[in-house]
């Protein structure tokens, strides 16, 4: 670990492929949205790594329909394997009931905030982590980073929020942020993503084993 403690998660669709996590990772995160049957594929799942469970509309960079979207994120969230749900800010805060039905379970719950066209400022992405924190115990942000000064303000909103006690996480997308993914955690991020295996149509993902190892030679080299 370094600086404070932080966990290392693998993200997939396919949980087929959480095999090659272990060892690796501290979690899998099942994109649910990409797989064709989720909930047999976490019936079916006999891995040692605990899961993270997201299930994201098209608004949020996912794929799923918003017709039985929140059914099924409620549902996934019974199975003894999934330690935690992550779900939108925007969702969450319309949705009353889908609050009280994770609260149910013995999960923790990650409100995400997506912002895919921009960075807000500083002062806003620490009101949006207020915010977030207010309905789940990790607040994510993730954000897309067009100049230097975005992803600066995304790792200062990280350590501010970080020094107040509240559980952070997030990256920037798009080249410029790319880096985030690596150093967010020395500015307070709580989990670091990467996918378990790097697709073809994410080129500025770092996948997880690399991801790993970046963490690794930065910590031994502080």
């Not at 330690?83 to 009280?100: A, F, Q, S």
């Not at 559980?167 to 967010?184: D, F, N, Q, S």
């Amino acid at each position: 670990m370094v600086g404070d403690a932080y966990a290392l998660a693998g993200v997939t669709e396919a949980l087929t492929e959480a095999a090659a996590a272990e060892g690796i990772a501290d979690y899998v995160e099942f994109r649910m949205d990409g797989a064709t049957h989720p909930l047999d594929a976490l019936d079916e799942y006999d891995g040692t790594l605990p899961l993270i469970v997201s299930n994201r509309p098209e608004w949020a960079g996912g794929t799923a329909g918003e017709s039985d979207r929140l059914e099924t994120l409620a549902a996934a969230a019974a199975f003894d394997a999934v330690e935690m749900v992550d779900v939108e800010l925007r969702t969450i805060r319309e949705c009353e009931w889908l609050r009280d039905e994770l609260r149910e379970h013995d999960v923790e719950l990650i409100v995400s905030h997506y912002d895919r066209q921009s960075t807000p400022q500083k002062s806003e992405l620490l009101q949006i982590v207020s915010e977030c924190g207010e309905y789940g115990d990790v607040a994510k942000l993730v954000v897309s980073a067009e100049e230097k000064s975005d992803s600066l303000a995304l790792l200062q909103s990280f350590n501010a929020a970080s020094e107040r006690g509240v559980r952070v996480t997030g990256y920037a997308l798009g080249e410029i942020g790319r880096h985030t993914r690596v150093i967010g955690v020395f500015y307070g991020a709580s989990i670091a993503y990467a996918p378990v295996v790097t697709d073809e149509r994410s080129p500025n993902d770092i996948d997880l084993r690399k991801l790993s190892n970046l963490l690794e030679w930065v910590s031994s080299a502080r």
